[in-house]
């Protein structure tokens, strides 16, 4: 299909270990979004990248956070040194560019992170 | 500091009833709102937005209405049917130098009882 597509579907991790997880967004969407759902919580932002600009980052809870948009298209959240705090699910949303009348996002079906 | 707030986490209605979700804000400077519906292993679908500019925006039997003064919006699904038991969130959008953010609640479950 043509939806944005999320990688893992599910992560087990062990504590401390570095993780990746990745976003396809849908073709032509310039803005990409990662969101974090935690038990019972709405969801959170993240990171949000926007064409050529550089990304906003000021969701992110800390520095062990970081994410990558390559060639503008697919994008790769990292999470170093896992602690069960971390646990969530992980969401990516695409839109189309900011000039044109569509503004609501798409989602990923989730990246289910669990730390032990 | 929650910007955007869902005061009730689940919500019971009839079938056939008319359901109404309810979502506050603080921030008198967002420019869209928007209301998702969200399955369980599922991402978030869009459902129905509306302009700050506006005060109702109506699509089948999905109504969103707008507040500005109360800073106060709700979604009305008339009439409700089991299918529309889901997780429902709100969502405020910001301007920023051409660039947008979303802000959203918490998630109201939502379930439509036969």
């Known amino acids: 299909g043509a939806g944005v597509s999320q990688s893992p579907s599910n992560k087990v991790t062990e504590k401390g270990k570095d993780v990746e997880l990745r976003c396809d967004p849908i073709?032509?969407?310039?803005?990409l979004y990662w969101y974090r759902q935690s038990l019972g919580q709405g969801l959170e932002f993240l990171i949000y990248?926007?064409?050529?600009?550089?990304?906003?980052k000021s969701g992110l809870p800390s520095d062990r956070f970081s994410a990558e948009r390559t060639g503008g298209s697919v994008s790769t959240l990292t999470i170093q040194r896992t602690q069960q705090e971390d646990s969530a699910v992980y969401l990516c949303?695409?839109?189309?560019?900011?000039?044109?009348?569509?503004?609501?996002?798409?989602f990923g079906p989730g990246t289910r992170l669990t730390v032990t | 500091d929650q910007q955007v707030k869902q005061n009730s986490p689940s919500l019971s209605v009839q079938e056939g009833r008319i359901s109404i979700l309810n979502c506050d804000y603080t921030?008198?400077?967002?420019?869209?709102f928007l209301w998702y519906k969200k399955y369980p292993a599922e991402g978030p679908t869009f459902l129905i937005s509306?302009?700050?500019?506006?005060d109702k925006n109506e699509d089948g039997r999905f109504t969103v209405f707008l507040n500005k003064s109360a800073k106060h919006l709700s979604l009305h699904i008339v009439p409700s049917q089991p299918g529309d038991s889901a997780v429902y969130f709100c969502?405020?959008?910001?301007?920023?130098?051409?660039?947008?953010?979303?802000?959203f609640g918490t998630g109201t479950r939502l379930k439509v009882l036969a």
């Open positions: 949303a695409s839109s189309s560019d900011r000039g044109l009348p569509s503004y609501e996002q798409y």
């Open positions: 073709s032509g969407h310039t803005a």
């Open positions: 990248f926007q064409g050529n600009s550089a990304p906003d």
């Open positions: 921030n008198s400077m967002f420019d869209y």
């Open positions: 509306i302009s700050s500019i506006k």
């Open positions: 969502a405020a959008r910001s301007t920023t130098s051409g660039t947008y953010k979303y802000i």
